[in-house]
């Protein structure tokens, strides 16, 4: 099995910052992509930021310049560090990833359970 903990969300004013972790376990022998959805309420889940195990990234265009998006490839780890918060940020922000591991011998996506991010004016 694989799991995806998040970690890092809450409420901040508008101008504010937070930090975003995910880090996923289990039977894990190569992680791909990772990155960082986010869905507000009435709206579809949209691509934040992606990051290749290499280190490339690509971002949402509302968000280049304010999100920063890393990892940590032997902790199995993603980070997400959000500055300059607007209230149109305000969303459940879900990790993903996609993953090899040693019981379906193929690559996966796996998502996490999803942590708040709730940007006041």
């Known amino acids: 099995q694989v799991q995806l903990v998040e970690s890092g969300g809450g409420l901040v004013q508008a101008g504010g910052s937070l930090r975003l972790s995910c880090a996923a376990s289990g039977s894990i022998i190569s992680l791909n992509y990772m990155g960082w959805y986010r869905q507000a309420p009435g709206k579809e889940r949209e691509l934040v930021a992606r990051?290749?195990?290499?280190?490339?990234?690509n971002y949402l265009e509302s968000v280049k310049g304010r999100f920063t998006i890393s990892r940590d490839n032997a902790k199995n780890t993603v980070y997400l560090q959000m500055n300059s918060l607007k209230p149109e940020d305000t969303a459940v922000y879900y990790c993903?990833?996609?993953?090899?591991?040693?019981?379906?011998?193929?690559?996966?996506?796996?998502w996490g359970q999803g942590t708040q991010v709730t940007v006041s004016s």
């Open positions: 990051i290749s195990r290499g280190g490339s990234t």
């Open positions: 993903n990833a996609d993953i090899y591991t040693s019981f379906t011998r193929d690559y996966r996506d796996y």
